[in-house]
T-cell receptor, first 114, second 112 residues
């Protein structure tokens, strides 16, 4: 199957700092990527749809100014958590859409805000 | 409202059993359905993708079926092994949207 990578896999930061998470499709081009967050023992919650060359579409209740998404190329989307606070601590996962519209997921990034 | 339901939330079985995992969804106008596996602290691994025009897909010991009219999909795992222990997620994409809607998952434990 197709490979999607995320970097970093884990990050610990102080409250008030910004953190950037990268999502790359390694062996295919993806015009559409998705960003999810997952709380412990819960399912995935879609945050936003990232489209190459255009603005991201955010789900209801997700602050676009707090979670900045940039999809500058067909293989890279970034999520920046600005002015992070402890309640932003979570597991963030990205996915990329391949042919037949099958989604492939990255390994996730564990964010801990102190 | 378009929703995906997985029941039960957890299942514990002895090694070797054949298993059926259930997924139900509202609104039969789906585009496709995917089954995923998630290990603790990890991302999702795509197991099977069923397009709306298909009735089943197979990969190794896994077989997924789709019945749109009844709003159901099942994931069949043959001869379960301890390595199959994980959380299994069902996700549906409906026509007119690129988004996947996930069920809450089913945590499977296969005991040696």
């Amino acid at each position: 199957g197709a490979v999607v990578s995320q970097h970093p896999s884990r990050v610990i930061c102080k409250s008030g700092t910004s953190v950037k998470i990268e999502c790359r499709s390694l062996d295919f081009q993806a015009t559409t990527m998705f960003w999810y967050r997952q709380f412990p023992k819960q399912s995935l919650m879609l945050m936003a749809t990232s489209n190459e060359g255009s603005k991201a579409t955010y789900e209801q209740g997700v602050e676009k100014d707090k979670f900045l998404i940039n999809h500058a190329s067909l293989t890279l989307s970034t999520l920046t958590v600005t002015s992070a606070h402890p309640e932003d601590s979570s597991f963030y996962i990205c996915s990329a859409v391949l042919r037949d519209n099958e989604q492939f997921f990255g390994p996730g990034t564990r964010l801990t805000v102190l | 409202k378009q929703e995906v339901t997985q029941i039960p939330a957890a299942l514990s079985v002895p090694e070797g059993e054949n298993l059926v995992l259930n997924c139900s969804f509202t609104d039969s106008a789906i585009y496709n359905l995917q089954w995923f596996r998630q290990d603790p602290g990890k991302g999702l691994t795509s197991l099977l993708l069923i397009q709306s025009s298909q009735r089943e897909q197979t990969s190794g010991r896994l077989n997924a079926s789709l019945d749109k009219s009844s709003g159901r999909s099942t994931l069949y795992i043959a001869a379960s092994q301890p390595g199959d222990s994980a959380t299994y997620l069902c996700a549906v994409r409906w026509g007119g949207s690129e988004k996947l809607v996930f069920g809450k998952g089913m945590k499977l434990t296969v005991n040696p």
